[in-house]
């Protein structure tokens, strides 16, 4: 599957961006979908993810309230709702696509498919 990732851009705190991410492949639906970020000089985080059929949704803690990951399978696409934004979510954002269990959503290393990212830039 190929991933597309779009929506990235700058905002000010307090800000909102949609990010969204459009795959290709019929096989979409069998995948436990993540968005990931890395910031300048650092790793590459966990934000959020959802499962296959979109009953579940997982948010790393500094996210939780604030971001909403959604999917539409009938568009092969996943979307990240940013509201409240801060500086220090500023970050390439990634999206990825893991055909491992559902416990596995925030195991960076198990996300077969990656997008090309998209930068977004929270400005104080």
């Known amino acids: 599957v190929q991933l597309q990732a779009s929506g990235g851009g700058l905002v000010q705190a307090g800000g909102s961006l949609r990010l969204s991410c459009a795959a290709s492949?019929?096989?979409?639906?069998?995948?436990?979908m993540g968005w990931f970020r890395q910031a300048p000089g650092k790793g590459r985080d966990f934000v959020a993810a959802?499962?296959?059929?979109?009953?579940?949704?997982y948010y790393a803690d500094s996210v939780k309230g604030r971001f909403t990951i959604s999917r539409d399978n009938a568009k092969n696409t996943v979307y990240l709702r940013m509201n409240s934004l801060k500086p220090d979510d500023t970050a390439v954002y990634y999206c990825?696509?893991?055909?491992?269990?559902?416990?596995?959503?925030?195991?960076?290393?198990?996300?077969?498919?990656w997008g090309q990212g998209t930068q977004v830039t929270v400005s104080s």
């Open positions: 959802m499962s296959r059929t979109g009953s579940s949704s």
């Open positions: 492949g019929p096989t979409y639906s069998r995948y436990i």
């Open positions: 990825a696509a893991n055909t491992g269990p559902l416990s596995t959503y925030g195991n960076l290393a198990l996300y077969r498919y």
